[in-house]
């Protein structure tokens, strides 16, 4: 949780300077805001109005672009607070920016375990998951997500997000030991727990066994391309967890742990207070780095890019699911066999002309 977890300085017995952060999360708010606003609103535009054939991955894609504009509208005014170390808007909008963020976070994280989990289904089962795999679905799987993440956010809504604190107002500061032990250690573990290690360990086990299933000779039609483009949504999809989310959630779970005095070390507690802003910038860094996986991910993103949305995605280049590899192979081996049918059919009708009129 944004500085809703960190951005506090209730622990003073140690000494402990951590004001840098403000000039830092003022720096990095505003670049993010900015690359986040255009690449998300462009990839809006490209899922809304150019993609023709929408599928289900790319309804988890429209989706995770959605949860990170939420967070980049209510990053002026976080920037504003941090330049000033005043938060003049009201408890209302303190509440929204906080819940805002955790949106944000955990549902990128979520969405793109939705994207790997539907890459992986295609992949190793390509045939019993087309039940499965459906627009419907999906659309059922993005309402879970929603309502998991905006129920996790309103819950820190419950008691006040503002405190006073050296005649300036702060937001997502400042919270009593009482507080966190009652309320925000609970909603830590949960979000931990819901939010992060289930979808890292789900990305990682799908991860394995699609690359498992990659190394088995003839599972992709002609190979090469096919699986470059896997590897890819592989790396672009780890490397994001590993980069934006990891150190996050890692030093957020030993801070809860100190702010609760389950651990009491003033060396921890520096390490956690120095570490945490910058693996808080890491983690707003994913709304920038989300456009990466629909243009590195998405054959059909890519098209639709190129072709500059004239006259729709012709017929040759209508996105097919860009996961259904194991199909593509079906469909192919399929198709060589049709011919050679084909050419046997011709050759016996041949031998049966000839044979008559020479009768």
């Known amino acids: ?3 809703l977890v960190l951005n506090e300085t209730g622990m003073e017995d140690c000494g402990i300077d951590d004001s840098f952060k403000y000039d830092l999360y003022s720096v990095v708010y505003s670049v993010v805001f900015v690359l ?17 054939l929408r599928n289900e991955t790319t309804l988890f894609m429209t989706n995770l672009a959605l949860s990170d504009l939420v967070f980049v509208f209510t990053l002026p005014f976080k920037v504003y607070y941090n330049v000033n170390r005043h938060w003049p808007f009201g408890d209302k909008l303190c509440k929204v920016s906080g819940t805002a963020f955790i949106t944000n976070i955990y549902g990128s994280m979520l969405f793109l375990t939705c994207i790997s989990v539907d890459r992986f289904l295609a992949i190793v089962y390509p045939f019993r998951s087309r039940s499965v795999r459906t627009r419907r679905n999906a659309g059922l ?12 956010g309103i819950s820190v809504t419950f008691f006040s997000t503002i405190n006073q ?10 919270f009593s030991k009482s507080t966190w032990k009652t309320y925000l250690s609970k909603i830590t573990i949960f979000i931990e727990i819901v939010g992060f290690l289930i979808p890292l360990l789900t990305n990682l086990m799908c991860s394995s066994l699609v690359l498992r299933t990659l190394r088995r000779p003839g599972t992709i039609g002609h190979g090469c391309n096919s699986k470059r483009r896997v590897l890819r949504m592989i790396l672009v999809h780890l490397g994001i967890f590993i980069v934006c989310f990891v150190p996050y959630n890692s030093i957020l779970f030993l801070y809860a742990m100190v702010r609760t005095q389950a651990l009491a070390n003033c060396n921890l507690e520096r390490f956690v207070r120095t570490l945490y802003p910058i693996t808080l910038c890491l983690a707003t860094l994913n709304c920038c780095l989300d456009p990466v996986v629909y243009y590195f991910t998405s054959e059909s993103f890519q098209k639709s890019l ?10 040759e280049s209508i996105p097919r699911s860009d996961t259904h590899l194991s199909t593509e192979a079906e469909t192919q081996k399929t198709i060589m066999v049709s011919d050679s049918q084909v050419e046997d059919f011709c050759e016996m009708l041949l031998l049966c002309l000839n044979s008559t009129l020479y009768q």
């Open 306 to 315: 190129t072709t500059g949305g004239k006259g729709g995605v012709r017929a």
């Open 1 to 3: 949780m944004a500085g």
């Open 36 to 52: 986040g606003l255009c690449t998300n609103c462009a990839a809006l535009f490209v899922f809304c109005f150019r993609m023709k």
């Open 141 to 152: 799987v993005c309402a879970a997500v929603w309502l998991t993440i905006v129920g996790g």
């Open 165 to 174: 604190a050296n005649r300036a107002t702060a937001c997502f500061e400042g």
